[in-house]
């Protein structure tokens, strides 16, 4: 059993690649192991997470995810715990890996009632796993709805019932309160599942744990990746500015020249060589608090030398230069005003297009809206499919895409989509996705391909966001200077 952290390194299973997998261990093993090995599992990290819980609340629903639990609830009772079990299923339909550990659960002497107990001290959610078919109602959407509400911890078993595993769906009335409730843990079966990090995923589900089962995961293939901490970036002793790049931002229209100070600091303070800013608004010749940037008039950088990071605070005037910017940029960075007019101009997307054919380096970096607006749909849909909208936008356009929020996804054609586990609602606020995409920028100029300084930049971004203190609030300005307090 292992738990997830932003460091870790990981394949990520879709329902159907967990139900091929899961068929294939079950082919290989005595009938009832799997479940036995689960319900253990979930047994030991409940005594882990509540070692003196005197009432375990077992919530079971009518499929394998319910046997999980009563498997759970059977090891429980013989290590001296009290666990009340409420289930919803029916004993002559259950499965029959359910109706095994029905039986072992009743051996057992564990305790079976019809409604859930007064009070407890540990809640298992085990309603529904990846069988989910429908979003829960009746019954068991009250029972979650008093699981969420509780102040105990909560125990998900393979996935907060509910939960769209593929995506990180959640219906809205069954999401934890942010005002009250418990601690939240859910320990994933045989594989990590896209959905638990990603959307309302990482809320749902909380501290996520994995217990493989004993079984190997090569008999599928992984829909995504969870990419870990990249690797540091070495600068040699015999190395000059010239050696880590030239970054260009060009934005920041009248009233907006913060938002391209911000990419520009970012980009500096994320180690590239020299940064020029190439503002839209015409009248800053100096940013006096970061003398280190060089304000240009956008028209007189020559683009093919260095990496662009267009579009922050570009308003409609970015418009008139994308065409060249597209054309001639060597590396390029494309966000906010930027990918707003490429998608309501369908000639600037050829241009788009078309760097991905001739190889350039082209990065992306989205939030939903602009997403949705590319994709020309709503948003709703994009968060709906976080993983499906980011690839696809990656092998429209050629380019690695990096579809932000809560659960970044980064994408690119060929590639297996990652999802970066870095960073917090902290960063929901103005200008962090300015200061993203300067970062994004100062990894590509340091000559790191688009993929690779997409993934880096995103991490380190949210890895600042996590390592600053709770009780301040965290300004953009701050996190372009490294999220140095
Ligand atoms: N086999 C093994 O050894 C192993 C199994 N494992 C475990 O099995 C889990 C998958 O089990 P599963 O396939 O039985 O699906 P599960 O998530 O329990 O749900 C299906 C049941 O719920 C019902 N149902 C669906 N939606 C509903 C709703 N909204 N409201 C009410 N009912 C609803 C649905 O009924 P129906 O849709 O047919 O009406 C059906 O009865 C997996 O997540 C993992 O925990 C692993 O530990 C590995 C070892
Ligand atoms: N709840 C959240 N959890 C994690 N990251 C978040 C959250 N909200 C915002 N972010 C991150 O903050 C940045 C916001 O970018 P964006 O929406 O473009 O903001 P702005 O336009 O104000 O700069 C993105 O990197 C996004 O992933
Ligand atoms: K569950």
Redesign the pocket.
Known sequence: MQRVTSSTVADLFDVAGTRSLEHAAAATLPPHTLMQRAGLAVARLAMALAPHARTVWIACGPGNNGGDGLEAAAQLKQRGFAPVVTWLGDADRAPPDARASLERARAAGVVFDASPPAAWDLAIDALLGIGASRPPDGVMAQWLRSMNAGAAPVLSVDVPSGLDADTGRVSADLMPSRHQGGRRFCLSLLTLKPGLFTAQG?DAAGEVWLDDLGCESSAATPAGRLAGTPPPRARWHASHKGSYGDVAVIGGAPGMAG?AL?AASAALHAGAGRVFAGLLDGRAALDASQPELMLRDAASLDLAQMTTVMG?GGGTAVRALLPRVLSTAHRLVI??DALNAIAFDPALQVLLESRGRRGQQTVL???PL?AARLLDVDTSAVQADRIGAAQRLANRFGSTV?L?????VIAAPGERPSINLT???????????????GMVGAALASGLPSLAAAREA?WL??HR?DRWPADTPLT?GALARGGVH
């Open positions: 990482r938002a911000l922050c966000d906010a970096t989205p939030h602009e990096v932000k929020g809560s659960g970044t960073g917090n609602a902290r960063l929901a606020s103005a200008g962090t996705g300015d200061v993203l995409a995103v971004h949210g966001a953009a």
